[in-house]
């Protein structure tokens, strides 16, 4: 299965825009790269998908570069409650490979 | 929509016993699995299920037993637990199997302790 790498963590603060990398260069014309969050003592959440081209949604934007050798999670705003590990998967359709994340600190 | 559900939410056990977590889900999704998150750690996949009556091994299988009997259920079985068990267990479920696009709905997790 193609592989993510993402840094181990990330800190920004209240308000400001957050750019979360991931990094897939092993993958797939097929493969489509998901990104899941899990707040403290919580399941994972998804958050957004995409293929080619960038996508929104109410939570957050995905920015897919041109090759889809890298990608990034950018949330607009962030707040306090954003502060979760956020996962980097390209989806194979059964198993999600969950690696470490990102762990994003959120500071007042 | 309660979504996915699991029951307990926190279980200890003795080494040798067994117990079944509970997962149910009423999203009518045709895909459900078992992951098991242990501190520190990313998830990982226990055993999945792509229908009624048809399951499949994941990344780690062992010690481990599953069944889906009908669409909305799907449990996990320890057979003999043992201390390496111990984790927080998630169910998740999807609307169709095989599709990379589905995004897979989590429960809110069974902690685990075997003593």
């Known amino acids: 299965d193609a592989k993510t790498t993402q840094p181990n963590s990330m800190e920004s603060n209240e308000e400001e825009p957050v750019h979360l990398p991931c990094n897939h260069s092993t993958i797939s014309g097929t493969d489509y790269i998901h990104w899941y969050r899990q707040l403290p003592s919580q399941g994972p959440e998804y958050v957004i998908h995409?293929?080619?081209s960038n996508v929104n949604n109410r939570m957050a934007s995905l920015a897919i570069a041109e090759d889809r050798k890298s990608s990034t999670l950018i949330l607009h705003r962030a707040t306090l409650r954003d502060a979760a590990v956020y996962y980097c998967?390209?989806?194979?359709?059964?198993?999600?490979?969950f690696g470490k994340g990102t762990s994003l600190l959120v500071t007042p | 929509n309660a979504g996915v559900t699991q029951t307990p939410k926190f279980q200890v056990l003795k080494t040798g016993q067994s117990m079944t977590l509970q997962c149910a889900q009423d999203m009518n999704h045709e895909y459900m699995s078992w992951y098991r998150q242990d501190p520190g750690m990313g998830l990982r996949l226990i055993h999945y299920s792509v229908g009624a009556g048809i399951t499949d091994q994941g990344e780690v299988p062992n010690g481990y037993n599953v069944s889906r009997s009908t669409t909305e259920d799907f449990p996990l079985r320890l057979l003999s637990a043992a201390p390496s068990q111990t984790s927080v267990y998630f169910c998740?479920?999807?609307?169709?199997?095989?599709?990379?696009?589905?995004?897979?709905?989590f429960g809110p997790g069974t902690r685990l302790t075997v003593l």
């Open positions: 998740a479920s999807s609307l169709l199997a095989g599709t990379k696009a589905n995004e897979q709905f």
């Open positions: 995409g293929l080619t």
């Open positions: 998967i390209l989806n194979s359709g059964y198993a999600l490979n």
